[in-house]
């Protein structure tokens, strides 16, 4: 750090002291941030979870001593975020908007930034924590997208369903003076009195990793030194940023904005869970095979008689062996013992079935998912059925997802409206986002029954309220190209054909499939 920078921070550290100058201890201390600090210890013990990081565990051996290990635990909230996320959206699904032209500029935006690939690593994270963001913004004249955790959210207000105004949290570290450095920038995004969208940088800096530290210009970072302080816009009608809430009602805080993480209501689950297990495999470990044998046996190897002819005395068991452990007493009462006890796999087994059980339940996912169930061909009927629980909760998240992903592209729309922030000045999309036909298809797999669902297709067909390309669309997985050549050659081939013929148990899996 420049001498310069050295004397500008003593000035910035007593002006913060005067009130001169903004200091931050907590991002929450900001008198625009209403959401209490409580919120984000609980995310902070959420991601922990996620993480799979409990720490050490502490005991006493057989002496007395205070030792510490590693917990052997399971990552279930892992495991279950993963599931989740892998069940609501994936490669296969698909955003389309309604105009072509519009539908080719948000194809090509969501293209550059790999979201399909990325957007299901995200979404994990967000059902872990509760809730995730994305924020669209342009660099290089093209639309970027911003991923936000839950850790970065802040919303302005809370008592509110609906967030439209939030704080955005980047921090950044660094090395100054051979200390690390942290830099936090402040990113909010509010709403002025004309209806206008105001972006407002603040960047904080702090030698104190617990701390948000004193406000500094925003160019002592090369990353941001192209950053405005404060930028307007005009004409948005939804913020800057697509927020997701994990779906349910937050009982912890009922007047947070914020949703709840997978485990937040069944940690002390986890924790037996995890307790259970790691029980189970120090067992394993302290039950691996001990034999008591006399001292004398386990001598090391002794040469005897004299120097022109040793004899050399075996030893009594395998030098490689750890299974033999000392006896010591009277040669006579003491005898070769087995002190190997057996595991008990069959009562950690029924005891893990028993939480992971609770916790299928607790976080909304049917039996079997974690637990052993009878398994079995399964036909598409019965696959539904048995996942009932987990297709419900799905819907859930799907609501939600839904809503982000429409919330994105509008953001996106807007955001290429505005001229001034491309190059050229010139607006990438003209219209009015917000009457743009928005669909997201999702890929329903396993979760579909797609003989009921031809069937009732086929009669939505003939009752004139489905359109046959999308019947073809949906149950042959025909692209819309490929609908309309199927369409042309049936109407050369059959110009009378009725697509009431389709009708009744036939499907697209063969007739009277189940």
């Known amino acids: 750090m420049s001498f310069i920078n050295r004397i500008k921070d003593l000035f910035r550290k007593g002006g913060a002291k005067l009130g001169m100058v903004n200091q931050l201890t907590n991002i929450t201390d900001d008198e625009r941030i209403s959401i209490p600090s409580e919120e984000y210890e609980r995310i902070r013990v959420a991601k922990q979870y996620y993480r799979d990081d409990f720490g050490m565990v502490h005991y006493k051996n057989s002496y007395g001593q205070e030792l510490t290990r590693e917990l052997s635990s399971v990552n279930v909230t892992k495991m279950a975020a993963r599931r989740l996320a892998s069940i609501v959206f994936n490669e296969q699904c698909a955003i389309t908007v309604g105009d072509e032209s519009t539908n080719g500029f948000i194809s090509n935006v969501l293209a550059d930034n790999d979201f399909y690939n990325l957007y299901e690593e995200k979404l994990e994270e967000a059902i872990a924590l509760g809730g995730g963001a994305i924020r669209p913004y342009v660099q290089d004249d093209k639309i970027k997208f911003a991923w936000v955790s839950a850790d970065q959210f802040y919303p302005l207000h809370s008592n509110t369903n609906e967030i439209d105004e939030a704080t955005i949290a980047s921090r950044t570290t660094v090395t100054e003076d051979n200390q690390p450095t942290y830099y936090t920038l402040l990113e909010f995004h509010q709403w002025n009195d004309d209806h206008s969208y105001k972006i407002t940088n603040e960047l904080y800096r702090s030698q104190n ?39 349910g009602m937050n009982n912890k805080r009922t007047d947070s904005p914020l949703g709840l993480g997978l485990v937040d209501n069944s940690r002390k689950i986890v924790d037996a869970i995890n307790q259970t297990h790691d029980q189970f495999v120090w067992e394993v470990r302290m039950g691996q095979r001990k034999v008591a044998v006399p001292a004398e046996m386990l001598r090391p190897p002794v040469q005897f008689g004299s120097n022109k002819e040793k004899i050399s005395r075996s030893p009594m068991f395998d030098k490689d062996a750890n299974v033999f452990v000392q006896m010591y007493g009277e040669p006579d009462g003491m005898k070769i013992t087995d002190l190997t006890t057996p595991i008990r796999n069959d009562q950690y087994e029924a005891s893990m079935d028993f939480f992971l059980s609770e916790f299928e339940n607790a976080i909304g996912l049917s039996q079997g998912t974690f637990t052993n169930t009878p398994s079995g061909i399964q036909t598409a009927t019965e696959v539904v059925s048995n996942n009932s629980m987990t297709y419900q909760t799905r819907s859930s998240y799907l609501t939600q997802v839904e809503k982000q992903l429409s919330n994105l592209v509008i953001a996106v729309l807007e955001l290429a409206e505005c001229g001034e922030l491309f190059s050229d000045g010139n607006a990438r999309f003209t219209g009015d986002p917000k009457q743009q036909d928005i669909n997201v298809d999702f890929a329903d797999g396993v979760f579909t029954d797609k003989t009921t669902q031809f069937d009732q297709d086929s009669k939505a067909v003939s009752l004139g309220i489905m359109p046959k390309k999308r019947f073809l669309m949906r149950n042959f997985g025909l692209d819309e190209e490929q609908a309309d050549e199927w369409l042309s050659e049936l109407k050369d081939e059959q110009p009378e054909m009725s697509f009431n013929s389709f009708e009744g148990n036939s499907g697209p899996e063969g007739d009277g499939a189940d």
């Open 209 to 247: 990793i617990n701390q948000v530290g004193v406000q500094v210009p925003l160019d002592r970072l090369d990353e941001y030194a192209g950053l405005q302080p404060e930028v307007t816009l005009t004409g948005l009608t939804k913020p800057l940023f697509a927020y997701f809430k994990a779906p």
